[in-house]
């Protein structure tokens, strides 16, 4: 079973960068598929981006594309989420979670696709 630590967060101006890691333990990190979400209060939590266990696919949520990068280092069981461009709208939450079963990366956009989370880390950004 991997454990997941989410950090990274904080609190930015729009327009401004931010890089999200999650460092994982515990379990055979290079064969999990990987994944970012996000819960802004009051809504649901949405996928962000995923990435393969080689990280040669990556996928991305629509409104993400072109500011968000996510990444991943197998030999230091971490994964990392690049945000740049910030808006007031990227506020929330941001949450790591492993696939264990390695599905295809488009297919992993859904919570349930995920068996292990993070505790998360909150990213605020002002206008």
């Known amino acids: 079973q991997v454990q997941l630590v989410e950090s990274g967060g904080g609190m930015r101006q729009a327009g401004d960068s931010l890089r999200l890691s999650c460092a994982a333990s515990g379990g055979t990190f290079r064969t999990y598929g990987m994944g970012w979400f996000r819960q802004a209060p009051g809504k649901e939590r949405e996928f962000v981006a995923g990435i393969s266990t080689s990280g040669v696919m990556t996928y991305y949520a629509d409104s993400m594309k072109g500011r968000f990068t996510i990444s991943r280092d197998n030999a230091k069981n971490t994964v990392f989420l690049q945000m740049n461009s910030l808006k007031p709208e990227d506020t929330a939450v941001y949450y790591c979670?492993?696939?264990?079963?390695?599905?295809?990366?488009?297919?992993?956009?859904?919570?349930?696709?995920?068996?292990?989370w993070g505790q998360g880390t909150q990213v605020t950004v002002s206008s």
């Open positions: 979670a492993a696939d264990r079963d390695a599905q295809p990366v488009s297919r992993r956009t859904l919570p349930n696709a995920y068996e292990y």
